[in-house]
């Protein structure tokens, strides 16, 4: 079965960071890209970032670009997601979701997913 356990979120103020993990289980790690993708109240899913299998080619949103990054340890099973100088409107739940992707020369865009976890809420104060 297909696990994708989030951490790290949390109330913070504007300009402040925090890192989030998502520890993955029931499947090979290494062999799919991932992705963040964030909920806002009232709002649709919005895609973040994207790495690809090794963890060598990222992709991000243009909203988040030179604010987050993202990565991977593939010897943890675990993905990241840093983020620096938050902004009110980053406030969202944050899922750590599974790409059906396993080329290492890929990054897959956009909020498509197989699997995503439960989620992990991140609240920025102005």
């Known amino acids: 079965e297909v696990q994708l356990v989030e951490s790290g979120g949390g109330l913070v103020q504007a300009g402040g960071s925090l890192r989030l993990s998502c520890a993955a289980s029931?499947?090979?790690?290494?062999?799919?890209?991932m992705k963040w993708v964030r909920q806002a109240p009232g709002k649709g899913l919005e895609w973040v970032s994207s790495?690809?299998?090794?963890?060598?080619?990222?992709s991000y949103a243009d909203s988040v670009k030179g604010r987050f990054t993202i990565s991977r340890d593939n010897a943890k099973d675990t993905l990241y997601l840093q983020m620096n100088s938050l902004r009110p409107e980053d406030t969202a739940v944050y899922y750590c979701?599974?790409?059906?992707?396993?080329?290492?020369?890929?990054?897959?865009?956009?909020?498509?997913?197989?699997?995503r976890g439960q989620g992990t809420q991140v609240t920025v104060s102005s």
């Open positions: 979701a599974k790409t059906t992707t396993i080329s290492p020369w890929y990054v897959e865009k956009g909020p498509n997913y197989d699997y």
């Open positions: 029931g499947f090979t790690f290494s062999t799919y890209g």
């Open positions: 790495i690809s299998t090794g963890g060598a080619l990222t």
